[in-house]
Structures are given as structure tokens and as C-alpha cells.
């Protein structure tokens, strides 16, 4: 295909401490994804040079002032190049106040083009929090800066590895927060958007498992009210707007339920629910995903990973998903497990 013919996907370098540079390169050694894309890195010029020369690349850098340059060749690394990071105040695998406010211009950037519709989508290398705090942006993560830059007044984060799709009402909370935050409004809100993002995906009648709060859903009240108060409320209030939500179901077994096809889509109620059972069923080939954003956002499901960046030894099976997601989604409209 041409260049006209495929989506153009901007891909955010992320936290030039940490893997996204690496594995955003290795990921674009594989011709797979030329074939279905036209990749545009947001970075740094000198950071991805080091990553190409991390991993013994063959890859050549082409800078680009605009969307319009686009080479979209296997063995050419598109990179509209920011210039705003000196690679001397860099420290692999440490946090770095420079990068955390580099890796938000980015993600600034590629949000600008997206709005614009340069780009069909917009692919996320991981930022580390603890360097964005540091660098002045209040944000708790992606989605949160996303929404505030697009004006996104209800959004969440789904993760999605294999058949397993879940929904979190909260994230980066501690769990005294997160527990506060089980009211019947938000998850009202949350399914609402569930449903309304599923049924854009081509799913007319997704079915939405809602997990539990306390163990064994509550125990009838004996080991906490949130079900009876909270969340069995808003199942039923949104079953009676078409929504099919069901539960609240215990949360040590919902999850196999929509493994097995039972449910589409799981709603967790706080960051550690969801995250494990998607990271236990299929860590490596995870994805998360966007809802409630005016355009296509898809990211890696783990972090900068300070442990071992500069090793070369980052696995990239994230990315590639996401970056396949995220075209599946922006060209087809499709959620459905591929």
C-alpha cells in the first residue's frame, strides 16, 4: 500500500530514561507494521540514535517538520524530532526531571496532530509519574493530561490482553481513595461510557460484568455495604436505561467468567483488580486502552521499567499490540479479540 493508503499512527517516545525509546525501535524493525501503518515517532533525535545503537539497528533516522515528509519505509524511522531534551542531563534508568517534562511535550504534540487529523491514532511509549510530578505537571498519568488537554469530561482506562477486556472506575489512587470513590454515580457514568464505547467498536450489545468491591460481593453487608449501597444501585439503575451491567459478581471469580466468554467487558472497581488479572492472563501481549477521548489513544501496559533500560534486553510485544490495536480501532472501528 502507499502511503495515503495507510493510517498514520504517531507513536510518543516516553521517558528517554526508560525502554520506550528501545522498544519503539525494535518494534520498528518488524516489517509487519509498515505493512499496516505508517509510523510517526514524537521524540528526540540523539535519544533515538542511542536506542538504534542500543540494539545494533539497521535503522536510519528521517527527521520531519510535518506530517507531509512522511517516508512511511521499512528501515526508516519517521521522527518529528522536538529538540527539547540534552542527553547530557539524562541518566538511564534514573529520575529525571528533563525527561518527564520532555516525555508530556510529546505527548502534547501527538495529541495536537490527532486533534488536528493528521494522524488516525495516537500510540503511548510509558512516561515515569514520579519525573512528570517533578517537572511540574500535576497529572496522575496519560489519560488524565489527555482529557485535560481535549476537554474529555468522563474517560477511563481499559486494559485488553487476548479476549479480556476490563474497564477500571479508578486508577492511580491509593486504596483508602479508591474505596471512597465506589459511589453509584461514577459507576453509573462508567458503564454508561462503557456501553456507548463498545457499541461504537461494533459490539451492539455488550455485556458488562461488574465486579465487587468487598470479598464475596459483601456477604450480604457482613464484609462491607458498598454493594448494597453503591453499586448494586447503579447496575440497576443503568439495566433500566438498556445497559446490560450485571453483577456485582465477587471479584476472584468475575474475571474467569469473561475469559470465558460470558462477558464482554469486566468494570473493576480500582487500579490492582483490574491490573492483575489482565497482567497473570497475558502480561506480555497487553494493551490499554482509552475510552471517552476524541480520538484513538492506545499505550503499553507497563512502565518505563528503570531496572533494565540501556540493556537491550526490553521485550516489545506490548507495543506491537498497541500499535495494532490502535489501527484496528481507527481504521475498523473493531474491538473485537484478534
Known amino acids: 500500500m502507499t502511503t495515503k493508503e495507510r493510517p498514520i499512527i504517531a507513536i510518543t517516545m516516553g521517558d528517554a ?81 528533563a525527561c518527564g517534562k520532555a516525555a508530556m511535550e510529546y505527548i502534547a504534540k501527538a495529541a495536537e496532530l490527532a486533534l488536528k487529523g493528521e494522524v488516525k491514532a495516537l500510540v503511548t511509549a510509558p512516561i515515569n509519574k514520579e519525573a512528570t510530578v517533578q517537572a511540574g505537571y500535576g497529572d496522575v498519568g496519560h489519560l488524565e493530561f489527555l482529557a485535560r488537554l481535549t476537554g474529555a469530561t468522563e474517560y477511563a482506562t481499559m486494559l485488553v490482553t487476548g479476549p479480556l477486556r476490563v474497564v477500571h472506575l479508578t486508577t492511580h489512587y491509593s486504596l483508602k481513595q479508591a474505596c471512597a470513590l465506589v459511589t453509584k454515580e461514577r459507576i453509573l457514568a462508567k458503564l454508561k461510557l462503557t456501553h456507548n464505547s ?4 461494533g459490539i451492539e450489545h455488550p455485556r458488562i460484568g461488574v465486579a465487587a468491591l468487598n470479598p464475596h460481593a459483601g456477604e450480604g453487608g457482613l464484609f462491607g455495604t458498598e454493594e448494597i449501597e453503591q453499586i448494586m444501585p447503579a447496575v440497576k439503575k443503568a439495566r433500566s436505561l438498556g445497559i446490560d451491567a450485571r453483577g456485582p459478581f465477587p471479584a476472584d471469580s468475575i474475571f474467569t467468567r469473561a ?80
Open 259 to 338: 475469559i470465558n466468554g460470558e462477558f464482554d467487558v469486566v468494570l473493576a472497581m480500582y487500579h490492582d483488580q483490574g491490573h492483575i488479572p489482565i497482567k497473570v492472563h497475558g502480561f506480555e501481549k497487553s494493551v490499554s486502552v482509552a475510552l471517552g477521548l476524541p480520538f484513538v489513544r492506545t499505550s503499553v501496559d507497563h512502565g518505563t521499567a528503570f531496572d533494565i533500560a540501556g540493556k537491550g534486553v526490553a521485550n516489545a510485544r506490548s507495543l506491537v499490540e498497541a500499535i495494532k490495536m490502535a489501527i484496528r480501532l481507527s481504521e475498523e472501528g473493531s474491538i473485537r479479540y484478534a
Open 17 to 97: 530514561a526508560g525502554i520506550g525509546p528501545e522498544i519503539i525501535v525494535k518494534v520498528l524493525q518488524l516489517k509487519q507494521i509498515y505493512s499496516l501503518c505508517c509510523p510517526l515517532v514524537v521524540g528526540e533525535g540523539n535519544t533515538m540514535k542511542a536506542a538504534i545503537k542500543l540494539v545494533k539497528s539497521p535503522l536510519k533516522l528521517h527527521p520531519v517538520k510535518t506530517v507531509a515528509e512522511l517516508k512511511g519505509q521499512f528501515g526508516v524511522i519517521d521522527l518529528l524530532d522536538l529538540h527539547n531534551l540534552n542527553r547530557k542531563e539524562v541518566v538511564t534508568g534514573q529520575v529525571c526531571k
Open 198 to 201: 463498545f457499541r461504537q467498536w
